[in-house]
């Protein structure tokens, strides 16, 4: 069965400083990844999203993951962090046989200014 | 802009009523799903159609029911609302069809239940 594991429950950081959040996955075939953030209040939005290729891939407000397929992960990177950036962020694998998102526990991010 | 759009945002039913909540979208995605959100918690799949066929999670209460008349709106039923249902539920949609694997969420609707 597929499933997503984020390492990191609650990170506190400060501005400026830099940010890798953990996601491992386990599913045996092709899959499609992604990172949702949901910011305070609001509706989960695309972060972004790995099919294939190049396994860097970018997504919005500076964001990057790396997909590390030996490792089963793809990590979520981000240099320098801001206090917008406070927001609880979602890994998820997408497994075709099953048309369905799963998704990791979470990983709520709290940035002090 | 094409979306998916939720209504109500807001929701506070009874202990046992019945309530629907809605969900619509212009994407024109074949694919529609609900999740149940608990506070600090991960996206709980409850159930999602794929066209009109329906695929329910096999730890889904037979409390919950779903609807879809047509490919933009889905309907997600309570038939009987306890306590523990309060939750805000998202609405989804994605088309693995034309290589769309991903899924754009609704606002969500935050229910209450009293």
């Known amino acids: 069965a597929q499933s997503v594991s984020q390492h990191n429950h609650h990170v506190i950081l400060s501005e400026a400083a830099s940010l890798e959040l953990g996601c491992n996955y386990s599913y045996g075939g092709t899959v499609n990844l992604f990172w949702y953030v949901q910011y305070p209040g609001q509706h989960l939005q695309l972060l972004l999203k790995y099919f294939s290729g190049d396994p860097l891939v970018k997504g919005i407000k500076g964001f990057e993951a790396e997909f590390i397929k030996s490792k089963f992960s793809f990590n979520l990177r981000k240099p320098s962090v801001q206090w917008s950036d406070t927001a609880e962020y979602f890994c998820?694998?997408?497994?075709?046989?099953?048309?369905?998102?799963?998704f990791g526990t979470g990983t709520l991010l709290a940035v002090q200014p | 802009d094409a979306m998916v759009i939720q209504n109500p945002r807001y929701q506070v039913t009874q202990f046992g009523k019945p309530v629907t909540l809605s969900c619509s979208q212009t994407l024109n995605h074949n694919v529609m799903y609900w999740y149940q959100q608990k506070s600090s918690q991960a996206p709980k799949l409850l159930f999602h159609?794929?066209?009109?066929?329906?695929?329910n999670e096999a730890d889904t209460p037979d409390n919950f029911q779903s609807r879809r008349p047509n490919t933009s709106f889905c309907f997600l039923d309570i038939r009987s609302p306890g306590l523990g249902d309060a939750a805000m539920y998202l609405c989804?949609?994605?088309?693995?069809?034309?290589?769309?694997?991903?899924?754009?969420f609704g606002p969500g609707t935050r229910l209450t239940v009293t």
């Open positions: 159609y794929y066209d009109k066929d329906f695929n």
């Open positions: 998820a694998v997408y497994g075709g046989a099953t048309n369905k998102l799963i």
């Open positions: 989804a949609t994605s088309s693995p069809r034309t290589g769309t694997y991903e899924q754009y």
